[in-house]
C-alpha cells in the first residue's frame, strides 16, 4: 500500500506508523494519503489497547505471566516491608534452636538430683562423672536423651563458657571412663543413660526421701565443692531434720566424719546440738546409762525448767540436727516410677534380698511418740523434742553458737 522508500526524502517507511505522518508531511503526498494512514494509525492504537483473546493470539499468556511476575514481585516487596518493620520494632525475633537451650540455661539455675544417687556416685568414687552426667541433661533442654558430642566440649571445656568445669583432654578422660554407665558415646553425640537404669548400674535399690534441687554453681565450681553438695542432699531429703550421728551419716554417704565436717564447713551447713535429758542422777542410773549409750553425765537443773529446782538428771549427747539453705526440697518427679522399676529389677534379679526399715526413733512431740509404742511398731524406747532454740530464732545469740534441743524418753526411762 505504501511505498517502502522515497527518493525525495530518502525516508523508510515500516509498519510502525507512529511518526509517519511527520515525514509525509512535505510536498508530493495528497490529503486523502495523510487521511488514510492517520485512520490506520488509530486502529491500531486502538486494536493494541484491546484485551487479546486465546483464539486470536498468543498475547493473552505473556500479559498474564507479565501480571503474575508483578504481583509476585509485589508481594515480595511486601513481605520484605514488614520483616524490616517488625526487626525495627522492640519485640525480637524467635530465636534459633541453639540460642532458646542457651536462653533455658541462662534462667534455670538449679538442677535436679536424687539424693540415693548422689550418695552412691560418693560411696563408688564416680562423682566426676556423675557431675558431667548431670551437666549434660541441663543441656539437653529439650530431653531428647541425647547431646551433641562437639556442643558437650564446647559448653564443659572452653574456659569462656559459663559450665566450665575442666579442660578438653581431662573431660575426654571423663567421658571414657564414664563410657557405658552414664551414656553411650555414638554417631557423634552422647546418648545419656536414664535415671532409672543409672540407679540400676550403680546399684541403688530404691530412692529414698525427697528430692533436691541444687544451684547450678554447685557443679560447675570446684570438684570439692560438688562433691559437698551431694554429700549434704542427706540433710536436704529429710522431710523434718531429727538427731543423726556421724557414723550413720557415714554409711548412708560414705563420708568420713572428718570429711563430713569440712563439708559442713564448706557450705556453712547449721548445726544444732541435742541432748537427751532422762532419769534422776544416781550412781546405779549413770551406770546403765553408759553400759546402754555409751555416755551420760550429770545435769542440774539449776533453774526449774524440766522440774524440781536443784534437781539433778542424767543427760547424754544425741546426734546434731543439721540445715542446709543452699538447697531446696522439690517436687518428687519420677521417682515413684523409679522405685517402681527398681523394685521390679531386684524381684528379677536378686530375690530372697531385701532391706529391713530402720524403725523410727524422733518424734516431733511426745503424742507421736507414744501412739507408736502402743500401737507396737516401735522399740520400746523413743524420743521427743520439747524446746528448740537457734541463733535465728534468738537474735541475741551469736551466729557461731550453737542451738541446743532437749530430747525427753517415753517407754522405759520415763520415772524422772
Same mark, same amino acid.
Request: proline residues 2%.
Given at each position: 500500500m505504501y511505498p517502502t522508500s522515497c527518493s525525495k526524502y530518502d525516508v523508510r517507511i515500516t509498519h510502525d506508523d507512529r511518526d509517519v505522518n511527520a515525514h509525509l508531511s512535505g510536498e508530493g503526498w495528497s490529503e486523502a494519503l495523510l487521511a488514510a494512514n492517520a485512520r490506520l494509525h488509530d486502529r491500531r492504537k486502538e486494536a493494541q489497547a484491546r484485551p487479546s483473546w486465546p483464539g486470536n493470539s498468543a498475547g493473552w499468556l505473556d500479559a498474564l505471566r507479565e501480571r503474575a511476575s508483578c504481583s509476585l514481585s509485589s508481594c515480595v516487596v511486601d513481605e520484605t516491608a514488614e520483616r524490616d518493620k517488625t526487626t525495627a520494632t522492640d519485640e525480637p525475633a524467635s530465636p534459633a534452636p541453639n540460642e532458646e537451650h542457651e536462653e533455658a540455661e541462662t534462667y534455670v539455675a538449679t538442677v535436679r538430683v536424687y539424693p540415693s544417687l548422689a550418695h552412691a556416685a560418693i560411696q563408688q568414687g564416680c562423682v566426676p562423672a556423675l557431675r558431667v552426667w548431670l551437666l549434660l541433661r541441663h543441656l539437653d533442654g529439650r530431653g531428647g536423651g541425647w547431646v551433641e558430642t562437639k556442643r558437650a566440649f564446647e559448653r564443659l571445656s572452653k574456659k569462656a563458657s559459663p559450665l566450665h568445669i575442666c579442660g578438653k583432654r581431662r573431660l575426654s578422660q571423663i567421658v571414657r571412663e564414664g563410657g557405658g554407665v552414664f551414656w553411650t558415646r555414638r554417631d557423634g553425640r552422647l546418648w545419656l543413660t536414664g535415671a #532409672?537404669? !543409672?540407679? +540400676? &548400674? /550403680?546399684?541403688?535399690?530404691?530412692?529414698?526421701?525427697?528430692?533436691?534441687?541444687?544451684?547450678? #554453681?554447685? !557443679?560447675? +565450681? &570446684? /570438684?570439692?565443692?560438688?562433691?559437698?553438695?551431694?554429700?549434704?542432699?542427706?540433710?536436704?531429703?529429710?522431710r523434718d531434720p531429727a538427731p543423726i550421728a556421724r557414723v550413720t551419716l557415714t554409711h548412708i554417704t560414705g563420708a568420713c566424719e572428718r570429711s563430713q565436717r569440712e563439708y559442713d564447713a564448706l557450705l556453712k551447713v547449721e548445726r544444732t546440738a541435742s541432748y537427751h535429758l532422762g532419769e534422776k542422777y544416781t550412781t546405779d542410773n549413770l551406770i546403765e546409762s553408759h553400759w546402754q549409750h555409751g555416755n551420760g553425765f550429770e545435769f542440774i537443773d539449776a533453774h526449774g525448767r524440766h522440774g524440781r529446782k536443784g534437781a539433778s538428771y542424767i543427760a547424754r549427747r544425741l546426734g546434731n540436727t543439721y540445715t542446709v539453705t543452699q538447697q531446696a526440697q522439690t517436687a518428687t518427679g519420677r521417682k515413684k516410677k523409679i522405685n517402681r522399676y527398681l523394685n521390679d529389677l531386684v524381684k528379677k534379679q536378686a530375690q530372697g534380698n531385701e532391706q529391713s526399715k530402720v524403725e523410727r526413733l524422733y518424734f516431733p512431740n511426745g503424742a507421736a511418740a507414744v501412739k507408736a509404742i502402743s500401737s507396737q511398731r516401735q522399740t520400746t524406747l523413743a524420743y521427743w523434742h520439747s524446746s528448740h532454740e537457734s541463733a535465728a530464732n534468738n537474735p541475741s545469740r551469736s551466729n557461731s553458737a550453737r542451738a541446743t534441743t532437749i530430747f525427753f524418753s517415753v517407754g522405759e526411762n520415763d520415772n524422772f
Open positions: #532409672a537404669k !543409672l540407679c +540400676g &548400674r /550403680l546399684n541403688v535399690i530404691h530412692l529414698d526421701g525427697r528430692t533436691v534441687t541444687l544451684p547450678l #554453681a554447685a !557443679l560447675t +565450681g &570446684r /570438684l570439692k565443692l560438688c562433691r559437698a553438695h551431694l554429700y549434704a542432699t542427706v540433710h536436704s531429703r529429710r
